[in-house]
């Protein structure tokens, strides 16, 4: 299988799994423990093989943005109206950061490493 391929089955894993955990928080019993770790080395696995250099800025950006918005809790805010949506929202967010943040930190040294060969 090309590395292209595995970088892409890779993204698409960890969306799914991250979207899964987010609904599925309440059932997951010993497997929540596990569900991180799978989500780190997937987001690592993303970060070697999807990311190439014209979209390094607008993934660091959009990695940005979406670990800010996996930070908030505010989300759970919706529980008060639409119990436990809002908690659903939190915790598939939450999952979609922990994936996107390896992959972000192996693009950001990638670029430094890039920029301090330059100088």
Not at 10 to 29: C, H, K, M, R, W
Not at 59 to 69: C, Q
Not at 102 to 115: C, G, S, T
């Amino acid at each position: 299988m090309e590395l292209e391929k595995i970088g892409e089955l890779a993204f698409i894993l960890g969306v799914v799994i991250a979207l899964i955990a987010g609904v599925a928080f309440n059932y997951l019993g010993s497997l929540a423990g596990w569900v991180p770790l799978v989500l780190v080395i997937l987001g690592i696995i993303v970060g070697l093989l999807n990311i190439k250099d014209k979209e390094t800025t607008p993934f660091l950006i959009a990695s940005i943005a979406l670990l800010a918005t996996g930070a908030v809790d505010s989300f759970r805010i919706i529980d008060e109206v639409l119990n436990p949506l809002g908690t659903i929202l939190y915790y598939i967010f939450a999952n979609i950061a922990v994936f996107v943040a390896p992959a972000a930190l192996i693009v950001a040294i990638v670029a430094i490493k890039k920029l301090a060969m330059k100088s």
